[in-house]
């Protein structure tokens, strides 16, 4: 400042003496700078942003619009309909079967057969309109029951005659006879709990044609529906059985970290496996037989019958086979030392002096999401389950007769009208936003707690007697003290290799500090036992708190950003499994050209499997749960909170760029794993126990593949709490410290832990020099010219192949293109 007001021939008071009235000159930060008559000290790190403002309102009003149409929806539901119409068949006469005053004591539904033929005590075929209620199904043909026969019509014209003034020319007499008689039965057996069909015969397919007519789409559907309140009690223990699994994951992560992360990885890889090949080996059995073992323990060859059920049961074993080679690859690839330490860090942040916030979270999360899917199911039971009974089945012209008190058709017939079907429909797709909306809600408020207590300040380390730590020690953590590499201590060192110390100076000379402790990733540096044990505290109640803000400020954001988050998911997902199948040395931003080598079939093939993940990452890159760490953070809307969080990450370089999103294969295999646990554990449980695989039970569960699927699916959205508990708490630590570092300059060694610290390294204050940059040119522009680069090397690669054209490097010496993770 004194240079600038000798050039400008003034003095240093003359210039001051110019300054608005009230205001002085300081110091801050190593400048000087006009400031007010009291000195602003330094903006100190805070949470959360005091200036939070309500975003999206519009999705914020359709979303809440829509709950609030279902929830009208389901209370005409209630009222004019009764699940019961869904679990049981109804006869000739539209009676339910075990429910109706006339047939309450006969609740199996059976077919009648057609009068004309019958063959080794089958009917030839069955007549379908006529069903009749039974007490049980027969086997035998020694009974009798009451069927109804098809309707007979006589049509008789009549000669013209005259009454009173009225002349006829000619007259049409229709007669329409309908009769209930007594019919022989055939042998039956009982399907679904509900429905007698024909025995298997090797004379004919009267129960193919049964399985794959009638009951191949209602009776599945009522039957599973029906299943879910006898399953119930399976289902309840399965999901207290993954919460135990969740609960025990988070247990061993913190101190067996690396063993179970082994495990983990090969265990669900193996599973995928067999899954695979167990659905792969549905293309061998008999479609047609639904009696095999095979057919009756896969899921599909329940839901489907005959060539449908195998091609779906091959589609799915290949995708889960490829699944499987994906987590192969990945558990091959994956460096878990790297891992180890972020993993640390969020541990550090969730097993800590707030253990039981953070760990009733996803407690709470499993809770109210087990609720909300049974709250939903139950609504969506009683809208499927308003129908009407139709007897006017006879009509003349185009107009149906009119039902007469002396004159009641024999046959009626249950239909839906079509407005509660397109209400079904929309309660449904209702329902799933309803719940991708819940899991933002969950993600948003993890991110919220973890941020608190990422701001909080450290408190002072403590030694075991109460004493603070050595300074020494203190250096060593903030890794400020002289280091000293390549060291070993004599009966701790004996396998583990050397170590790291770090000098201090003494009143007696100069002391070798090694702090003895878990080593970190890559064994390149160790955990000291401090750093484990930094004490930081949430500030008041986060886990309320930031639900209360993101229902009242954000409901609209992650309403939406969650539906984009789920929609997005299979190509973001691709893009991973690209990546890891390619290897990352082939989409590595610090190779600006293919050698000589790379240019060649299968060079060009890399390059453009290179390309694709550019575009899917430019494209949808960008809905990752980045987006719910920017909204805690900054309150910003959906377009925001997506653009930023896609290329803050990239630009902040270092070693938050290289370990964000590391454990979203962890999150992802953990999930996996307990699930397949717990479907078996469901399926044995629904297959094996007497009261719920004995048809004269109560509890008899009649599609026990279909509970498994949804004993499975609780499993997943249980096991999803918990796993994505340590994985949203690393990426929330990254990216809170990276954007902390950039908005409190200087503040950083008050709130960084010692997990933490120990990851960044000298990152701490400033990001990498060589940070990852984005690239000048827009998203479109920079994907163009990296098309337009990879399209050139392939016509000069084909040119060459003819022996004409230069050779030009794949991407260009100039950077080519890059891929964030």
């Known amino acids: ?35 007010n008559s009291q000195a602003q000290e330094v903006e100190k790190p805070h949470f959360p942003k005091p200036d939070r403002r309500t975003t999206d309102p519009c999705c914020c009003i359709c ?9 009208v929806v389901t209370a005409a539901g209630i009222y004019l309909g009764d699940p019961k119409r869904l679990t049981h068949g109804r006869d000739y006469n539209g009676r339910l079967c075990g429910v109706d005053t006339a047939v309450e004591k006969q609740p199996f539904l059976y077919y009648c057969g057609a009068p004309q033929g019958w063959s080794d005590g089958y009917p030839k075929t069955l007549n379908y309109k006529s069903t009749t209620c039974m007490e049980k199904c027969p086997n035998s043909t020694d009974a009798m029951v009451g069927c109804l026969m098809p309707s007979f019509v006589n049509a008789t014209m009549l000669p013209g005659g005259k009454e009173q003034n009225v002349t006829f020319v000619s007259t049409l007499n229709v007669e329409v006879t309908q009769s209930v008689a007594h019919q022989t039965t055939y042998p039956t057996i009982t399907y679904l709990g509900k429905y007698c069909v024909p025995a298997p015969a090797t004379t004919n397919d009267l129960y193919s044609q049964v399985i794959n007519g009638p009951l191949k789409h209602v009776a599945q559907f009522n039957g599973a529906i029906g299943s879910v309140i006898t399953a119930s009690p399976v289902l309840a223990v399965a999901a207290f059985f993954a919460a135990v699994l969740g609960m025990l994951y988070l247990f061993f992560l913190k101190h067996y970290a690396g063993i179970l992360l082994y495990l983990t990885l090969w265990a669900g890889t193996g599973m995928a496996f067999l899954v695979g090949l167990f659905f792969l080996f549905g293309i061998f059995p008999d479609p047609m037989d639904d009696l095999g073992w095979y057919q009756q323990s896969s899921p599909i060859f329940t839901m489907s019958y005959g060539a449908s059920a195998r091609i779906l049961s091959a589609l799915a074993g290949l995708l889960t086979l490829a699944l499987a080679v994906m987590m192969l690859f990945q558990a091959l690839n994956e460096n878990i030392d790297e891992s180890i330490g972020i993993i640390a860090a969020a541990v550090d942040c969730i097993m800590g002096d707030a253990v039981w916030v953070f760990c009733l979270q996803p407690i709470l999360q499993a809770a109210v999401a087990i609720v909300l899917i049974a709250v939903l199911c139950v609504g969506l039971l009683f809208v499927a389950s308003v129908t009407r009974i139709d007897h006017n089945l006879m009509a003349m012209n185009g107009k149906y007769v009119k039902e007469e008190s002396y004159a009641k058709s024999l046959e009626a017939k249950e239909v839906r009208d079509w407005y509660w079907v397109l209400a079904m429909w929309f309660y449904s797709i209702g329902a799933v936003w309803v719940m991708i909306t819940f899991t933002a809600i969950c993600h948003f408020v993890i991110s919220y707690m973890v ?25 060593a953590i903030s890794n400020k003290a002289k280091r000293v590499d390549g060291v070993r201590v004599k009966g701790v ?5 050397t170590r790291a110390g770090y000098i201090e100076k003494g009143n007696y000379g100069k002391v070798l500090v090694v702090p003895l402790g878990q080593r970190g990733p890559n064994g390149m540096d160790f955990l000291p036992g401090d750093m484990e044990d930094t004490h930081k505290k949430l500030r008041g109640a986060p886990l309320a708190s930031g639900t209360w803000n993101c229902l009242v400020h954000h409901l609209g954001t992650v309403a939406f950003a969650g539906v984009m988050n789920i929609v997005t998911a299979p190509l973001r997902g691709l893009s991973e499994m690209l990546k890891v199948f390619v290897g990352q040395t082939a989409l590595s931003d610090s190779r600006g050209h293919f050698d000589e080598e790379d240019r060649n079939i299968s060079g060009l093939f890399i390059g453009g499997v290179g390309l694709l993940t550019t575009f899917l990452d430019e494209t949808v890159g960008r809905y990752s749960k980045n987006m719910y760490v920017d909204i805690v953070l900054r309150s910003t809307n959906f377009s925001e909170a997506s653009e930023d969080a896609y290329n803050f990450v990239a630009d902040a370089g270092g070693a938050v760029a290289l370990l964000h999103g590391g454990t979203s294969s962890f999150e992802f295999i953990g999930v996996v794993l307990i699930t397949i646990i717990c479907a078996v554990f469901t399926s044995l449980m629904l297959t094996k126990m007497p009261p719920f695989n004995d048809p004269d039970s109560g509890w008899y569960v009649s599609d026990p593949s279909i509970m498994t699927v949804l ?16 994985n949203m708490a690393a990426d929330t630590l990254l990216y809170a410290f990276a954007w902390a570092r950039k908005e409190f300059p200087g503040q950083m060694d008050k709130i960084v832990p010692g997990t933490l610290r120990h990851i960044v390294g000298k990152e701490l204050e400033e990001p990498p020099s060589l940070a990852l940059q984005p690239h000048p040119r827009s998203r479109l522009t920079r994907f163009s010219h990296a098309a337009s680069k990879y399209k050139d090397t392939v016509m000069a690669t084909m040119a060459r192949g003819r022996g004409g054209a230069e050779e030009r490097p794949l991407l260009g010496q100039s950077g080519g293109f890059s891929s964030y993770r």
Request: aromatic residues 8%; proline residues 4%.
């Open 711 to 726: 004993g499975a699916f609780i499993a997943a959205v249980i096991a999803s709490a918990f796993m994505s508990l340590f």
């Open 451 to 475: 941020c608190d207590w990422f701001f909080a300040e450290i408190e002072p380390p403590k030694g075991q007697k109460g004493n603070t730590i050595s300074p020494a020690v203190a250096q």
């Open 493 to 497: 060192d004996k396998v583990q290799g």
């Open 1 to 35: 400042l004194a240079q600038a007001a000798a050039a400008q021939g003034r003095s240093l008071s003359a210039i001051a003496r110019q300054r608005p009235a009230g205001q002085r000159l300081r110091w801050t930060g190593g400048r000087c700078a006009m400031g």
């Open 63 to 71: 979303f809440l619009l829509v709950a609030a149409v279902m929830g």
